[in-house]
Structure formats: C-alpha cells, structure tokens
C-alpha cells in the first residue's frame, strides 16, 4: 500500500463547493489519500448547505464572510488567515476549484510554502482581464502558480498551452456534471412544477459585472417577459444588496414573478429539471443546464465557457432589454428553435472528472 498523502482542499463559494464535492468524495475513496476539507467561507450559509447536502464535513473553517467586504479586505485577511493553516496542515498537494478570491488566494498561499497546488476547472479565458471582473484575472494568475492543472474540456486546455502551460495539463471534464448526476437521482421536481398553461422560467443574475444599469435592464428584460401571460419566471435572488435591492424594486410587484431566496443546491437541480428556460450569468448554471435539456440565455457579452455555444446549447445575450426579450420570445414560441438547443450533447463531461481527478492527483504525490 502507497505512503498516506495529505490532500487539502479549499473551498470557498457555493459553485465551489458543488464541484468540490464529487472530488472531496472520490479522494476519500482512496487508500494513499489522507483528505482534509477547508472551508474560507466565502459564501457562509450557501456553502454550509451543499456540504450537508454531500454529507462532507469541513475540518478547518476560516469563517471570511463579512458584509458588503472589498476584494482588498477579503484577499488581505483571507492570506493571513491562510498561512498558519497551510503551516500546520502541511499538505502534500492544495487542491481548489475555480476563479474566485478563494481560489487565488488559496493557490498564492500555496505557492509561497512551495506546496503543490492543483487547479480543477482550469483553462477557462474570456481574452478580457476586465471581464468577467475579477475572475478571469484571478484565473491567470492561478493558472502560473498551479502544478496540475485539471482542464474540463480539450478547448480549456488549449487556452493553457496557448499560455506556455503545458506540463501538468489534463482533460478530466467537468466535475459539476458528476455532482448533477448525483444529485439528480435525490431530488424532488414537484414544488417547482408551474400551473397547468405555464412555462417555468428560471433566472440566475448576480455577477459583479452587471451590477447598476445592466442588472436594471435584466429586470425590465423580465418583466417584459412575464407580461406574456403564459410563464411564471422564478427568480432566486443572491443576497448582495447590489443585486436584491434593484431585484425587488423593479420585479416584486409583478403577478407572474417570484422572487425568493436563492435555492439550496438540491432545490436548484429540481428547478432546473422543472423549467422550460433558463435566463442566467452564472457560469456552473451554462455547464449543468445542457446536461438537463434546458435551453440557456446567458446574460453576458463574454463566457468562459464557449462549449456550451458553439455546440449551440446556450446563447450569449448579454444585458440589453430588446436582445433578451427577443432571444426568450423565440424559445418560448418556436418549438424547432427550442429543440435544436434542449437536444444538444453536453460537451462538459460524462460525470467521471472527480474519479479522473483523483487518479491523476494519486499519480502525482506518489511518483
């Protein structure tokens, strides 16, 4: 039997933990791996849900979340907090997900204890270091301090070897559709099913590039929609006030809107099941929905994640109320546009990327 490694892996956000999972559960399958779980908590309730869900239980919790926080505050209090454990767990290899604060900052504290640090969901680039804001940044910076780099798709990895990144590049897939799959065989689409007549319209809108006038003309792009009289539009709402105070104002007063706290991950998965279409800016929302044949509006100029267009599952709308309002109106109304993205082929994975993961994270700490 190999020596027992330490893996420690870092976990910030919702999206993270959701993808983390699959991996958290897949290395503790092994033997060799010793796995310990830390959450920065980034995002503090939404975390502690998807770890209950998955039943994983952290074993380090920095407990970052403070209200309205700068990316300043965040990164300087998170890598002081980071350091010392880091220290003290003395891991053989850090292992993070995604382009988050959390993340970078995970892998800069990594990088300065000259620990190994490995980059599930690398290679995604919009070309624009602005956009999205501060992700595709951190996701560069992230990508010259990792040792491993696990690329979902083979256009991911390009982006890397584009960069000069070539040893340590894999193609695993992408490990939230291993954590759909999971989790579609364990919830309930009931609650979410919309009456007899209506189409169920699911809508994601939070990232820090569209807040101010590009989320005020989401929402009138909504309302619009709604006055159709055939959808109800289910809106879960993120908690920043950027985004809850323009949501409200604008859309609270509207029949056929409902605007609630945003789901729990097993409460999502079964809205995504229930829709007709979705309207989103969140990246994991592009990955998962083509997996569940669900059309996807993506309310961005840019995507980091091009698979899902060009294999023509989503589509870039962007913040404009006229393109949306369109967009929707087509699906909603042309059953052969409809079909032609809802049957399209996830190009994100076949649910094996965490069993990928941890075999090539095996091969790496025991060579």
């Known amino acids: 039997m190999p020596e027992t490694k330490r893996i420690l892996i870092a976990v910030g956000t919702r999206p993270e933990a959701v993808k983390m999972a699959p991996v958290v559960l897949a290395l503790k399958s ?18 502690d849900q998807i770890h209950a869900f998955f ?12 209200p309205n926080q700068t990316l300043s505050d965040l990164t300087a209090r998170m890598i002081v907090a980071m350091d010392p454990v880091l220290a003290e767990e003395a891991p053989d290899l850090v292992l993070a997900q995604g382009d988050t604060t959390s993340v970078m900052v995970t892998a800069l504290a990594s990088f300065y204890r000259k620990i190994p640090f490995g980059h599930v ?15 595709e940044m951190n996701r560069v910076l992230i990508g010259r301090m990792a040792e491993l780099h696990f690329a979902p798709t083979e256009g991911s990895a390009a982006n890397l070897r584009k960069e000069g990144l070539t040893d340590g590049v894999h193609v695993t897939g992408n490990t939230v559709i291993d954590a759909l799959l999971w989790a579609a065989e364990r919830v309930d689409t009931a609650p979410f099913v919309p009456p007899t ?10 990232r820090r590039e569209n807040h101010g006038e590009p989320l005020e003309n989401v929402c009138a792009a909504l309302r619009d929609i709604a006055d159709r009289g055939d959808v109800k539009i289910l809106y879960p709402v993120h908690p920043n006030p950027n985004v809850r105070n323009v949501a409200h104002r604008v859309l609270s007063n509207h029949d056929a809107i409902e605007l609630v706290d945003p789901l729990d991950y097993p409460k999502m998965v079964a809205a995504m099941h229930a829709c007709t279409l979705i309207l989103t800016d969140s990246g994991g929302v592009q990955e998962e929905a083509p997996s569940l044949g669900k059309p996807v509006l993506v309310l961005r100029t840019t995507t980091e994640r091009p698979e899902g267009v060009t294999a023509g599952a989503a589509r870039l709308v962007g913040t404009d109320r006229a393109t949306i309002v369109t967009a929707a109106n087509e699906l909603l109304d042309d059953a052969a546009a409809y079909s032609a993205m809802a049957k399209v082929e996830s190009p994100y994975g076949d649910g094996r990327a965490a069993h990928r993961i941890a075999e090539l994270c095996g091969a790496f700490v025991n060579a």
């Open 30 to 47: 092994q033997p060799w791996a010793d796995v310990r779980v830390l959450a920065t908590a980034q995002h503090r309730q939404m975390l």
């Open 55 to 66: 039943g994983i239980v952290p074993d380090r919790d920095l407990d970052m979340m403070r």
């Open 121 to 135: 969901e690398a290679g995604l680039r919009t070309g624009d270091v602005r956009n999205p804001f501060p992700e």
């Open 197 to 206: 007549g209506k189409k169920l319209v699911l809508v994601t809108a939070h």
